[in-house]
């Protein structure tokens, strides 16, 4: 009868190079694995990204976001929409897809449907063009680009400068290298032609905005004019010259000479109403690394990059540009994402090699032999890192839960082979047969024993990857990797291990009798006889037994109720995130001054007790917080759009080994709080990073405030405030639980109006559409054409100057060409021409959520707390609105994006396995359900306790922890339907 292990027995050269070509290929895929924090499991999602230039959000919302969503509604597999309609003008919505959708297909199903509808948006929206993007999951570093002090104290250069130097000899550079996804340039200035004019110089020579742009269009034109001599020419024709004109114009001298009206001999030229500056395209947000003006590059990577190497390429770049970088210009890693994965995946590796080397010294420590013991020693490191192999044929990555899996699985892969070698030993030493024979008969007995141990085993863990949603997505190459490593040991087993005991078991081999060893083995006898005592005891006291069960279930219990439960817990990840949100209608200039006062904080010297500066050795004060190294602080940027009254502020700390005790990113937000709380100009509130980038912008959780009976923005901001007020005091006044509430809508936006008289304006000869075009040119800037600079198309503004746009009196001042002769102006025939105030204004933000229906209100952050408390505060919503969980959890009736179908079909599986495997092992049903009922208890209480530990030292929950059978036990939880009306399921 054929036996696979005495085949492999008998020819041990073939069994070695089986097991070392396993781990050849996996040391290969090691190499070109890629190396994330978490596997992908963010749901795809594309952006549509639009500008109506000048337009305010209400008139995007009504004229760009609402025809594009209406089209984009019920595109296949898409999961939800969100949008933000902006007040600069920009459109940006969102489609997340279905977990599993590809992400370039659907981008092609999203520019489809764009292009259907194109042609109903705004002329300037059809201009600029709509774009459509793969959404990146977050930007792995971002790099500060800033100019040092000239001799006068001053930067050598300006941020315009700057910018454009950056995306002409930087950003092009970065994108070429394999696994940059894009690149992000924080504090834009990109070139741009602006035309700067005065209305009063205008008004004098009886012309109008709109005649300049006129000009524009008819004198700054790229043509094609043709050639001297193309075919079809006469038969004598010997040459054929192309010919060239200069159309476009290039510089401001040029752009200044162009002439707008040729009156009886007099030119009237741009540069005579106005001034021309070789400017900026965007002004709408302003970048400042370690307090002075600086352009910042986020880079971001493909889905399947290795992020790590990634960094690296990009770091090495970097290294190669800043020579030929102009003199005074330097960078700096402004915050590294990639340092957290490398840290933790060095920790995961370090707590691997401990894994391996305690296994092997407690095989020393039973087995007494070195020989022994080096059998199993050498197939965990097979079995270990063949198990890539089947990461890459998965097309897995290296990441934190792939290393714990393997962590887990040090100590189940040495189980068969440990009782191989001890089989043959035995049968060796007690037996008296030789090593050979010994190996064969033994495996003759225990193949069936080891595959049947290892498919029970496997069966534990395998369910899990039928689990629906994300939590299946995260949890998938945790069980697979174990399994995998599992199977390897398995075939390792019946192959290699037996192989091995033939060749290096010896027959006259006797076990050591040291003091040492003799001290050891008389404990261990020791302990099995107590041990054996102590059930003898037990089972005659049933009764002691049982209630001892049951406290334990009832401490269980209580435990898993009482711990706070959260998705992923928050984990210094390097750095933190500080939110800026001024008063609405404040400038830009506004925020940045608020920046600089997060800056001075986060600098702030340490005082004494007399409130002077404490010096340092060489003399310099010392800071405060130290452990701060790089302040990334953007203004007018937030995650739901661009705004000039809110900013983002990251801070980077220094690395963890340099770091003392109280100096971790949770410690340095608590002790940062009063500080930024102190700044009366804006809402300042720091927030940890996400736990998974892509889920969510901070950490801790949030909620959409859904507006589904039509009620209006205004009631829809008492309810907003309703809400912010219990959640402030949840669940008492003296003992609030949620802290860093942060609201991105405010009903009182303040805004000017103008109401045109259309009657007195058709009786003065004035076309309405010639009023609106003078506000939207002078006041929003009007984009007409290009012009050609560094090999590059750049645009042409056209727009008011800074004195004549800085007052509301200045719009009336504004002039119109009327039919009837001579210029007027919007002040002569608006009705009620211009007020102001805190009326309500369409939102900064419009969102749309739930599937394929658009809803829109504003999103709320809370942090930290238990998830449950933000459940709770939902129960007093008026009628007509909805608070919905946002960011890592579900927006929907949804158990981690699948149906409670999937869910029941994926738990199905889970429980049916565990269940074979269980009864498989007992061989009885009564044992069976006894076995389950203990290893559920214990896996849960192991878990609660966990929790509750890693809670007690601030490391948050754990949920990762524990094994198979812990992570089915734990992974999901019920929440009461009447905390969300027709939201059962969130993932924990």
Known sequence: MFSISDFFIRRPVLATVCSTVVALLGVVC??????????EIAPPSVSVISNYVGANAEVVETTVTNILERELNGIEGLRYISSTSGNDGTSNIVLTFNLGRNKDIAAVDVQNRVATVTSRLPGVVQQTGVRVNKASSGFIFAVGVYAEDGPDGQPRYDDLYLSNYADLYIVDVLRRIRGVSNVQIFGDRQYAMRIWLDPDRLAARG???????????????QVGVGQIGQQPAPADQRYQLSISASGRLTTEAEFGAMVLRADEGNLVRVRDVGR????????????????????????????????????????RALADLAPNFPPGIRYDIAFDTTTFIEEGAREVVVSLLMAVVLVVIILYLFLQDWRSTLIPSLVIPIALVGTFLFVRLLNFNINTLTLFGLTLASGLVVDDAIVIVEDIARRIREEGKPPLQAAIDSMNQLVGAVIATSLVLIAVFVPVAFFPGIVGQLYRQFALTIAFAVTISTFNAITFTPTLSAVLLRSNQALPDSGFFRWVNRAIDGIRRRYRRSLSGLTR???LVFVLFVLGLGLTYFTYTSVPSSFLPDEDQGYFITVVQAPEGVSLNYTEGVLAKIEAALQAPELDAQGQPVLDDQGQPKRKFPQIENIFAIGGFSFSGTTPNQGIVFATLKPWSERGPGQSAGATIGQLFPSLLGIQEAIVIPFPPPAIIGLGNVGGFEYQLQDRGNRGLAEMGEVLNQLLGAAGTYPSPERPQLVGLRPEFNANTPQLTVEVDREKAAALGIPLVDVFSTLQTQLGSQYVNDFDLFGRAYRVYVQADQPFRSTPDDIAKLYVRSRTGGNGFPGQFGAGEFFGGAVADRPLQLGAIGQNQRQCGPRLQFRPGDRRDGASIATGVAPGFQLRMDGAFPR???????SPGDFCHGFGVCVSGIVRAIREFYRSLYHFVGGAVVNLRGAVGGIAAGSALGAAVGNGPILAGAGGGAALCRGQRRVHPNWFGDVDWFVQ
Not at 209 to 220: F, I, K, P, T
């Open 30 to 39: 090691i190499l070109i694995l890629p190396i994330s924090q978490y596997p």
């Open 207 to 221: 012309l109008t905005a709109q005649d300049v742009v006129n000009a524009l269009r008819e004198q700054n034109v």
């Open 276 to 315: 021309v500056e070789l400017g900026a395209e965007n002004y709408a947000s302003v970048l400042r690394f370690n307090g002075r003006r600086s352009i910042g590059l986020g880079i971001s990577q493909l889905p399947d990059a290795n992020a790590l190497e990634v960094a690296r390429e990009v770091k």
């Open 541 to 543: 006291r049933k009764n």
């Open 892 to 898: 929907r009736k949804r158990f981690g994006g699948a």
